[in-house]
């Protein structure tokens, strides 16, 4: 088990680029999570799939956000047109799905995106 | 409005000591609540989840109160090492395994 994986770690891009960034689970979980994070703040949710469905989004996520898990296995989340309100860190977590109670989430180390 | 509040201020605490973290929140009726630790530049990582029908959860020299009355938890590390310093942060799951809702952390600081 070698945790939850992100790639790229940093990136700096221009105002009006696209990024993407990859999320590669713990290889066992179903549940794969979104979140972002500026400084001196808590984990903000933008989406989460089950397997390959996205069952949730965040009215917070706008247009220019999209997040796939084609084959229930790694996930990408792009950034279209980005802005400078876009710099913070992504966190990607992973669970496995109980049949009842909560379960831990596990996060991976983050990508951090600064927009210039 | 919906908030969860955990305190901004950073608590530094002597070594030995016990630390105590609050999380309020209003307007939530969560089913679960979780505490995380957040080490600088690093994603948050589980430490303990308590139910809704709990009203304490321990694990090692943690301990962790849930009062659904108050809409309150409490976070206790007890005999507290330079090594606990970290952010923590509580998280509301309101059904089970779906997203958590985050309080923005506080920051413990044990100095030996």
């Known amino acids: 088990d070698t945790g939850v994986s992100q790639n790229p770690r940093h990136k700096i891009t221009k105002r009006g680029q696209n990024v993407t960034f990859r999320c590669d689970p713990i290889s066992e979980h179903n549940r794969l999570y979104w979140y972002r994070q500026t400084l001196g703040q808590g984990p903000e949710f933008l989406t989460y799939?089950?397997?390959?469905?996205?069952?949730?989004k965040s009215r917070l996520l706008s247009d220019r956000f999209s997040a796939e898990r084609p084959k229930g296995s790694f996930s990408t989340l792009e950034i279209q047109r980005t802005e400078q309100g876009d710099s913070a860190m992504y966190l990607c977590?992973?669970?496995?799905?109980?049949?009842?109670?909560?379960?831990?989430?596990?996060f991976g180390p983050g990508t951090r995106l600064l927009v210039l | 409005s919906q908030k969860i509040e955990q305190n901004s201020e950073a608590l530094n605490i002597q070594e030995g000591k016990t630390a105590t973290l609050t999380c309020n929140y209003t307007n939530y009726s969560p089913a679960y609540l979780q505490w995380y630790r957040q080490d600088p530049g690093r994603g948050p990582v589980f430490l303990l989840l308590?139910?809704?029908?709990?009203k304490e959860k321990r694990k090692e020299r943690l301990k962790v109160t849930f009062d659904t009355t108050l809409k309150q938890s409490l976070f206790h590390i007890t005999a507290s090492q330079p090594a606990d310093s970290a952010t923590y942060l509580c998280?509301?799951?309101?059904?089970?395994?779906?997203?958590?809702?985050f309080g923005g952390g506080t920051r413990v600081l044990v100095k030996p």
């Open positions: 308590i139910r809704e029908n709990e």
């Open positions: 998280a509301l799951d309101m059904s089970a395994g779906n997203k958590l809702t």
């Open positions: 977590a992973s669970s496995p799905s109980g049949t009842s109670g909560a379960l831990a989430q596990y």
């Open positions: 799939f089950q397997n390959e469905a996205q069952l949730e």
